[in-house]
């Protein structure tokens, strides 16, 4: 009986230690995520409306005006951009990452991979070790990026990206990643990043127009890469906000699963006690009894 109580105190000490780690680990995972969710939502306005305007001149192009980058070719080679994070312990986080890539090849690029002709250029280390565990085409050049998440480090992988494009080492780029909406909900989303994708107006039917100074070729050439370049920014920055509101609602979820392992085993520890304690009891009274015979 002091056997299985003593096996009871050592786990109860056991998930109180792990209850402590998880606890601060979601303070330490909020605190991040303020300073993460400001720098999305401080973003996020100017990118969109960056992509705006440059869908908008792809869709504007003159048939003389030559803009390599939004070029529509057949997808026979494809660049996937997932981004994960470099730590475990946020729940299913990185999985659906992981999935949402898988799944975008079944889909629209199944062909392609079949001939070898899928590659992937992970950001963070789960999707890099992961992809390169299952034998997949890899960029092994830039998954460290969130080890110094800089806008220069992020600008390497989207002018890699951008470079290979031109050179027609890929046909299509795509970049998988989480949307961040709030500290409990993520969207996953695949998103075409090369060629530019051309959308129009759907209000009236009309592509929109802008008077250009200086002319529209130069401001193409010119801030056509910029605007890309932040796209894919915006994409780490969206990704990192997700990670840390993943990784708090689940320490959260596992400090309120300890409480409960910590209840029920009080509860048993707690009757293997009494029963222990009664044991005892019984041991001397029917020795006190046998002593009186």
């Not at 600008?155 to 970049?175: H, I, P």
Request: glycine share 4%; net charge positive.
């Amino acid at each position: 009986m002091s056997g299985q109580l003593k096996e009871v105190r050592n786990r109860i000490k056991s998930v109180t230690s792990t209850q402590q780690i998880t606890k601060a680990m979601k303070m330490v995972s909020a605190a991040k995520l303020r300073r993460a969710q400001d720098a999305i939502l401080q973003m996020r306005p100017y990118a969109q409306k960056l992509q705006e305007m440059l869908s908008n001149i792809a869709s504007n192009a003159s048939a003389d005006m030559e803009m390599p980058l939004a070029e529509e070719r057949a997808a026979e080679r494809v660049l996937l951009i997932p981004i994960t994070s470099d730590r475990g312990l946020c729940g299913a986080y990185n999985s659906n990452v992981i999935k949402a890539t898988r799944q975008l090849i079944a889909d629209k690029y199944a062909t392609q991979f079949a001939k070898g002709n899928v590659t992937l250029l992970p950001i963070g280390k789960k999707g890099y070790e992961f992809f390169v565990r299952n034998n997949f085409n890899v960029v092994h050049d830039f998954w460290t990026i969130f080890s110094d998440l800089t806008f220069d480090n992020v600008r390497n992988a989207a002018v890699y990206a951008q470079k290979a494009f031109l050179n027609k080492e890929y046909d299509r780029v795509e970049l998988v990643y989480s949307q961040f909406k709030n500290a409990a909900t993520q969207r996953f989303v695949n998103e075409q990043y090369l060629p530019i994708p051309k959308v129009e107006n759907q209000e009236n039917n009309k592509k929109a127009d802008f008077i250009y100074e200086p002319s529209k070729e130069i401001l193409v050439q010119e801030l056509m890469p910029k605007i890309l370049n932040t796209q894919v920014y915006k994409a780490v920055l969206d990704a990192n906000a997700s990670e840390h509101g993943a990784r708090m609602t689940a320490m959260d979820k596992a400090s309120e699963n300890a409480n409960e392992m910590l209840r029920s085993l009080k509860i048993s520890y707690n009757r293997a006690r009494q029963a222990a304690i009664t044991t005892e009891l019984t041991e001397i009274v029917s020795g006190a009894a046998a002593l009186q015979g």
